[in-house]
């Protein structure tokens, strides 16, 4: 059975204190790793595709990495607006497995 | 705005009771997939539909069922709910039949009493 698993459940920043979001995948057959942010009572947002190891992907403050067990979402001097649920989902054989995800608070 | 929308916003209604859920995909998606997500379970998938035609099922109970139509659209059909399915029901869709990047709609709160 496909698995992802997210850590930290929760973490908690100050405005511009960078860290990193961990993604722990066992999935048959991966064709692809993604991340995607979610707002509290809306759907999720997708942000980056990852296909294979090395492969790195940048939008503004955020970069997320891949490695053959892993994904990292590296945040860098994150700031308020930030703050939102991150998902990790692996697609395997037949369809995504999602993370429960890390929820990320950024204080002014 | 993902360009997908769902229907209801809330819903409210007993145990026992029917329901049913709409979703309108992207326009020029194929692809139109259901998650239920629970504070306890993240979200979960329940079945994707592909240009009209059941593709994937994963953790969807026997009392829920879904169609795609014609015009890709489609509906999740929620029956003899019970309080534990209470939860937000999202739709999304994708151009292609591979999990791929998906759009989220808002979802749909559903509320069982």
């Known amino acids: 059975e496909d698995q992802v698993t997210q850590s930290p459940e929760a973490l908690r920043l100050q405005e511009g204190e960078s860290s990193s979001l961990n993604c722990s995948y066992t999935?048959?057959?991966?064709?692809?790793l993604f991340w995607y942010r979610q707002d509290p009572g809306k759907g999720p947002e997708f942000l980056f595709t990852?296909?294979?190891a090395g492969e790195e992907k940048e939008k503004e403050r955020l970069k997320a990495t891949l490695t053959k067990k892993e994904s990292f979402l590296h945040i860098t001097a994150p700031k308020p607006e930030d703050s939102a649920t991150y998902l990790c989902a692996g697609e395997g054989y037949s369809t995504l497995t999602f993370g429960k995800g890390t929820m990320l608070l950024v204080s002014p | 705005d993902s360009g997908v929308t769902q229907t209801p916003k809330h819903l409210i209604t007993a145990t026992g009771q029917r329901v049913t859920l709409r979703c309108s995909p992207r326009s020029g998606d194929l692809s139109v997939y259901w998650y239920q997500q629970s504070l306890d379970q993240g979200l979960q998938f329940l079945i994707q539909y592909y240009n009209g035609e059941e593709r994937a099922k994963g953790n969807i109970l026997e009392r829920f069922s879904a169609q795609q139509f014609p015009d890709l659209h489609s509906e999740l059909n929620l029956s003899s709910l019970e309080l534990g399915d209470s939860a937000l029901y999202f739709c999304?869709?994708?151009?292609?039949?591979?999990?791929?990047?998906?759009?989220f709609g808002p979802g749909t709160r559903l509320t069982v009493t």
């Open positions: 999935v048959s057959g991966l064709r692809g």
């Open positions: 990852l296909y294979s």
């Open positions: 999304a869709s994708s151009i292609s039949g591979t999990g791929g990047e998906q759009y």
